[in-house]
């Protein structure tokens, strides 16, 4: 027959189940941090990259309305394609860090000789460096005839 154990020597046994229990808890918090985390990270990087895309089109539309409206021109000379652009003013509150550039290039169209046909390219970008995981940058270019 075997002797019956006192209660006070299974009290050890609980301890270490219960240390066992917190290290498994508290390492499966940290994973769901993280994962959390990252998620939100990515989700932000998304944003502004719908951001940067939406102010690229935003620049497209004011260079067609330069060229487009008599009392804006000349907004693109003939031959001409200036090589740093228009910098549209700064975006208000937190997205003052988006920066969109428009040029234009104009030249005459060799088919009919006398209609210009416009080029629109729009650079936006947000973040200063290009080697940065949360830089966004679009290039959007558009040709018209007028």
Request: net charge positive; charged share 15%; hydrophobic share 45%.
């Given at each position: 027959?075997k002797?019956?154990?006192?209660?006070r020597?299974?009290q050890g046994?609980a301890?270490?189940?219960?240390?066992?229990?917190?290290?498994?808890?508290?390492?499966?918090?940290?994973?769901?941090?993280s994962?959390?985390?990252?998620?939100s990270a990515?989700?932000?990087?998304?944003?502004?990259?719908e951001v940067?895309?939406r102010?690229?089109?935003?620049?497209?539309?004011w260079?067609?309305?330069r060229?487009?409206?008599?009392?804006?021109a000349p907004a693109c000379?003939?031959?001409?394609?200036?090589?740093?652009?228009?910098?549209l003013?700064?975006?208000?509150?937190?997205l003052?860090?988006?920066?969109v550039r428009v040029?234009?290039?104009?030249t005459?169209?060799?088919?009919?000789g006398?209609?210009n046909?416009?080029q629109?390219?729009v650079?936006?970008t947000?973040?200063?460096n290009?080697?940065?995981p949360?830089?966004?940058?679009?290039v959007?270019?558009?040709?018209?005839?007028?």
């Amino acid at each position: 027959m075997k002797p019956i154990q006192s209660p006070r020597k299974q009290q050890g046994f609980a301890l270490i189940a219960a240390i066992v229990l917190v290290v498994v808890l508290a390492g499966l918090a940290g994973f769901v941090a993280s994962m959390v985390g990252g998620q939100s990270a990515g989700q932000q990087l998304e944003r502004m990259s719908e951001v940067v895309d939406r102010a690229a089109q935003t620049g497209v539309e004011w260079g067609a309305y330069r060229v487009l409206t008599p009392a804006a021109a000349p907004a693109c000379p003939a031959g001409s394609t200036a090589p740093a652009g228009v910098l549209l003013p700064a975006l208000p509150g937190s997205l003052g860090a988006v920066s969109v550039r428009v040029r234009c290039a104009r030249t005459t169209a060799a088919v009919t000789g006398d209609s210009n046909v416009y080029q629109i390219t729009v650079t936006a970008t947000f973040g200063a460096n290009p080697t940065s995981p949360d830089y966004v940058e679009r290039v959007k270019t558009v040709v018209f005839g007028r």
